[in-house]
Structures are given as structure tokens and as C-alpha cells.
């Protein structure tokens, strides 16, 4: 059985791709069942980037296929910010969501989107170098207060054009529509083929 490296620490990324990727034709392993836990910096002005810098980086470590994604908010009201800076977004004391809804608490204008990079790197190409990207998006907007308990970072003020957060929907609908699950949706032709034919790999372009 060929194992697949999901590139992330952070636990509810973890619940969510182990979610999506449960029908791989192969086992979905986490950096601490495998003793490669590691920060890799996420200096650059891309989600691509990012997502390519730590799917190589664990690949490297692992010598498995690995995946890694880089997601954001992006907001019309913020000129389509904070998007690769998501993750370190605030507003005063406050962090994330929180400094999200405070940063628009007076914009009528809430349209958002959010996106995700999904990067692929192989142990057998480029010494671990990322030759594949996939992408998701999801239209919607910032919510006025935080609704739903289901998800994490930006889903309890994430809104739907339905008028529902994507933290007040069931774990297999969030699934169906989300930027993660759109990208891996996307990427997941690709997946299953590199675990059961891995020479199938590509070589890697310039």
C-alpha cells in the first residue's frame, strides 16, 4: 500500500483533507505518525508558491507523495485582501476571523471568496520538486457575527449565497462546495493515478 503525506499540522486541516481523501487507493499519513514535523517558512507573495514550498519541503523529508495546500479570504472591501496573508491576519488584539469581522464592521460591501492552492510533489521527480498544482475557489461573502460550530478559520463567517455559513453546514455538504474540496476534487484524477502507477510521474518543467 503506497502512502500519501498530507503536509500540515494544523488539526482541522487534518480532519477535513482526511475526510477528502478517505477513498485514496492508499493509506493518508500525518507528519507526527511519521516523525517529520517541521516549519517550513511561507515568505512568498503566492498561494502557489507557498503551497509548492511545503509539499517539497515534506516530500523531501519523507520520500512519500505529498500534498499541501496554501488557502485564504479574499474580500472585496479589503481590495481583495488579506488572501495569501490569511493566516496572519488582525485587527488590533484581534486575530483571524475575529479581526475580519472587526476590519468590516462597517462595510456594506461583504463579497468574498475563498481559495485554495493545492500542490502535489513527488519523491521520484526533482528530488521532491512540485510539478502539479490544483485550485479551488468558492464565491460567497463576510458574514455580520459568527454562525455555526462545525469547521474552522474562516468558516464560522464565511456566507453562502444561501444565507448559511460554511460552519452551519453538514461535514459532507461543507465537503461537496468548499475551496479544498473543490481543489482536491480537481487533483484527485491525479492522486489516485500516482499512487497506483508511480512512475507515471512526469518530468518536471522549467
Same mark, same amino acid.
Given at each position: 500500500?503506497?502512502?500519501?503525506?498530507?503536509?500540515?499540522?494544523?488539526?482541522?486541516?487534518?480532519?477535513?483533507?482526511?475526510?477528502?481523501?478517505?477513498?485514496?487507493?492508499?493509506?493518508?499519513?500525518?507528519?507526527?505518525?511519521?516523525?517529520?514535523?517541521?516549519?517550513?517558512?511561507?515568505?512568498?507573495?503566492?498561494?502557489?508558491?507557498?503551497?509548492?514550498?511545503?509539499?517539497?519541503?515534506?516530500?523531501?523529508?519523507?520520500?512519500?507523495?505529498?500534498?499541501?495546500?496554501?488557502?485564504?479570504?479574499?474580500?472585496?472591501?479589503?481590495?481583495?485582501?488579506?488572501?495569501?496573508?490569511?493566516?496572519?491576519?488582525?485587527?488590533?488584539?484581534?486575530?483571524?476571523?475575529?479581526?475580519?469581522?472587526? +476590519?468590516? @464592521?462597517? =462595510?456594506?460591501? #461583504?463579497?468574498?471568496?475563498?481559495?485554495?492552492?493545492? !500542490?502535489? $510533489?513527488? *519523491?521520484?521527480?526533482?528530488?521532491?520538486?512540485?510539478?502539479?498544482?490544483?485550485?479551488?475557489?468558492?464565491?460567497?461573502?463576510?458574514?455580520?457575527?459568527?454562525?455555526?460550530?462545525?469547521?474552522?478559520?474562516?468558516?464560522?463567517?464565511?456566507?453562502?449565497?444561501?444565507?448559511?455559513?460554511?460552519?452551519?453546514?453538514?461535514?459532507?455538504?461543507?465537503?461537496?462546495?468548499?475551496?479544498?474540496?473543490? +481543489?482536491? @476534487?480537481? =487533483?484527485?484524477? #491525479?492522486?489516485?493515478?500516482?499512487?497506483?502507477?508511480? !512512475?507515471? $510521474?512526469? *518530468?518536471?518543467?522549467?
Amino acid at each position: 500500500m503506497t502512502d500519501l503525506l498530507l503536509a500540515t499540522s494544523n488539526r482541522g486541516k487534518q480532519r477535513e483533507f482526511a475526510r477528502l481523501l478517505h477513498d485514496i487507493p492508499g493509506r493518508l499519513v500525518f507528519p507526527q505518525e511519521i516523525g517529520v514535523e517541521m516549519e517550513v517558512p511561507e515568505p512568498h507573495d503566492t498561494y502557489a508558491q507557498n503551497a509548492a514550498a511545503k509539499a517539497d519541503a515534506y516530500c523531501r523529508a519523507s520520500g512519500l507523495l505529498t500534498v499541501a495546500d496554501d488557502s485564504g479570504i479574499e474580500v472585496a472591501a479589503l481590495d481583495w485582501g488579506p488572501g495569501v496573508h490569511s493566516a496572519y491576519f488582525t485587527h488590533g488584539s484581534l486575530r483571524q476571523a475575529d479581526a475580519l469581522l472587526a +476590519a468590516l @464592521a462597517d =462595510a456594506d460591501d #461583504r463579497r468574498a471568496r475563498m481559495v485554495c492552492y493545492l !500542490a502535489l $510533489a513527488h *519523491p521520484e521527480i526533482g528530488n521532491g520538486a512540485t510539478s502539479e498544482m490544483f485550485v479551488g475557489t468558492l464565491e460567497g461573502r463576510v458574514a455580520r457575527e459568527r454562525r455555526g460550530e462545525n469547521g474552522f478559520g474562516y468558516d464560522p463567517i464565511f456566507e453562502l449565497p444561501s444565507g448559511v455559513t460554511t460552519a452551519e453546514l453538514p461535514e459532507e455538504h461543507k465537503d461537496a462546495v468548499s475551496h479544498r474540496g473543490r +481543489a482536491v @476534487a480537481a =487533483a484527485m484524477p #491525479r492522486i489516485r493515478e500516482l499512487l497506483l502507477h508511480p !512512475a507515471s $510521474a512526469p *518530468p518536471v518543467l522549467p
